[in-house]
Structures are given as C-alpha cells and as structure tokens.
C-alpha cells in the first residue's frame, strides 16, 4: 500500500529554519501532485505548499517567500524548506499525494514547533 512518512519537524526558535521531508513508497511521485499541508488544533488542515506532476509550485499566501517545495524524484522525495519561521507556523505538517478522491494520500505528519 501508499505509504508517506515525513520527517524533519522539531522545536526551532523564530527567524530559524527547517526542512521536512517526505518519503513516498508504492507510489511515483513524479507522477503525482504533491503537497504540505498544516493543522492545529480547532482548526481545519490549510494547504502550505504544492507541486504539479510539471513542477510548477504554488504557496498559501502566508508562506510565499520563506517556504520552498521541492522533490528530488530518483530518491521518489518531497521537501519543504522552511525559512524565517514564526511562531504562527506551529503546526502538525502533513505530506499529501494527490489532488481528491480514492486516490488520495496522506502521511502521519510531522510536529513542528516555533518558539517566540
């Protein structure tokens, strides 16, 4: 079956940085959409970041300019390097394979904590 394991997360202060990544197996990723998504508790899970099957990337308005997706398709990885991190970017970051329906993936997520 797909799996997606992300990994990177941790405690970081503010203005620090991170790269989470995410290992896709029985699944081509060049192939597919990729995504990060965030959540926090009472809120509902956000897109953060996103790349076409063609490379192209899109970002949610709050992270433009210090996140950057990327995939590296011979190791069949997604990365998010996060840049100039605040405090609001606290969240569990999930990794997405897919746009909707049955064919649609989700990692178990990686926790990431910024401190003030």
């Known amino acids: 079956q797909v799996q997606l394991v992300e990994s990177g997360g941790g405690l970081v202060q503010a203005g620090g940085s991170l790269r989470l990544s995410c290992k896709a197996s029985r699944i081509i990723i060049s192939y597919n959409p990729m995504g990060w998504y965030r959540q926090v508790p009472g809120k509902e899970r956000e897109l953060v970041a996103a790349?076409?099957?063609?490379?192209?990337?899109n970002y949610a308005d709050s992270v433009k300019g210090r996140f950057t997706i990327s995939r590296d398709n011979a190791k069949n990885m997604v990365y998010l390097q996060m840049n100039s991190l605040k405090s609001e970017d606290t969240a569990v970051y999930y990794c997405?394979?897919?746009?909707?329906?049955?064919?649609?993936?989700w990692g178990q997520g990686t926790q990431v904590t910024v401190s003030s």
């Open positions: 997405k394979a897919g746009v909707s329906g049955p064919r649609t993936y």
């Open positions: 790349i076409t099957s063609g490379g192209s990337t």
